[in-house]
């Protein structure tokens, strides 16, 4: 290598900016199926939660009309 830049001829730019944009527009696109995918992940965890919380909530309900009773 002898260091200098080489500026590639017209057909070969035209070609790599080619290249280049749909390079882009590919990471574009899966970086918003990985967003849509956390997003889905997110719910998930959130409905978990909610679920785990309700079911908590209930038995916490239970208890205390048992210990009523007594």
Do not use: F, W, Y
Not at 3 to 25: C, F, H, M
Not at 44 to 58: E, H, S, T
């Amino acid at each position: 290598m002898t260091g200098e830049t080489r500026i590639p001829d017209p057909e070969t730019a035209k070609r790599l900016v080619a290249n280049l944009r749909r390079s882009r527009l590919a990471m574009e696109e899966a970086t918003l199926e990985l967003e849509e995918l956390t997003a889905r992940l997110e719910h998930d965890i959130r409905q978990q939660r909610l679920a785990r919380l309700r079911q908590a909530r209930n038995h916490a309900a239970v208890e205390s009309q048992a210990s009523d009773l007594n």
